[in-house]
């Protein structure tokens, strides 16, 4: 079953604008990341946060963790076109070395 | 940069044959991993390996076996090649510390067709 449910699973935006994308899970974790896919291509690591932090950054990127309520969320600032791809959420279970993939949200940045 | 690198990035197979995808990383990283990719089902762990010979099922596993017999590579074997096996294979490594769990390493993917 799927652990990480991510919502929405489409969104489409004007360039300039800001794209939220949230994630949430089941089980307690030990850390939560996400993923970036470009069509047809394998997936790029985009932020890694631990049970233990609540937000991390990374250039545009800004990722919050509320533990309390099992979810997540992806904040991409000012988006450009090459931003355009599927964004994954993915968790690492306690007391598992592995990780589970959502089935993704599908981001289009409109120029 | 990491590199991770996979034999094919197309492939076309005849029902029944058998498959191997070769997989390729070059951090020293201990833990690799094969996962296949379907719309609407997202990724899916097939099998994954946290050193030389050693191997762990993943959520499915049914058709295929692993080997890994030098730490920097992991192959994905299919026994049958069976229709329902067509689908986007990724491989990917990450490093491990402890208790700790590091971002993984996706290679481009292979998109295998059984025909």
């Known amino acids: 079953s799927q652990q990480g449910e991510e919502d929405p699973q489409a969104l489409s935006i004007q360039e300039g604008e800001n794209a939220t994308m949230n994630c949430s899970y089941k089980?307690?974790?030990?850390?939560l990341q996400w993923y970036r896919q470009n069509s047809g291509r394998g997936l790029v690591h985009l932020i890694l946060i631990r049970s233990n932090e609540r937000e991390k950054h990374s250039g545009r990127l800004r990722v919050t963790l509320d533990t309390s309520k099992k979810s997540s969320s992806l904040l991409i600032t000012a988006s450009r076109a090459a931003d355009t791809a599927s964004y994954f959420c993915a968790t690492e279970r306690q007391g598992a070395q592995k990780l589970v993939f959502g089935q993704g949200t599908r981001l289009t940045i409109n120029p | 940069d990491v590199k991770v690198t996979q034999s094919s990035r197309y492939l076309v197979k005849r029902t029944g044959e058998k498959v191997f995808l070769e997989c390729v990383q070059d951090?020293?990283?201990?833990?690799m991993f094969w996962y296949r990719q379907d719309p609407g089902l997202g990724l899916r762990l097939i099998y994954f390996s946290y050193d030389v010979k050693m191997k762990e099922k993943g959520d499915i596993p049914e058709g295929y076996s692993v080997s890994r017999e030098k730490k920097e590579r992991f192959s994905l074997i299919l026994e049958s090649a069976s229709t329902n096996q067509t689908s986007m294979y990724l491989c990917?490594?990450?490093?491990?510390?402890?208790?700790?769990?590091?971002?993984?390493?996706f290679g481009p993917g292979t998109r295998l067709t059984v025909t």
């Open positions: 089980t307690s974790i030990n850390n």
């Open positions: 951090m020293d990283h201990e833990n």
């Open positions: 990917a490594s990450s490093f491990e510390q402890g208790v700790y769990s590091y971002e993984q390493y």
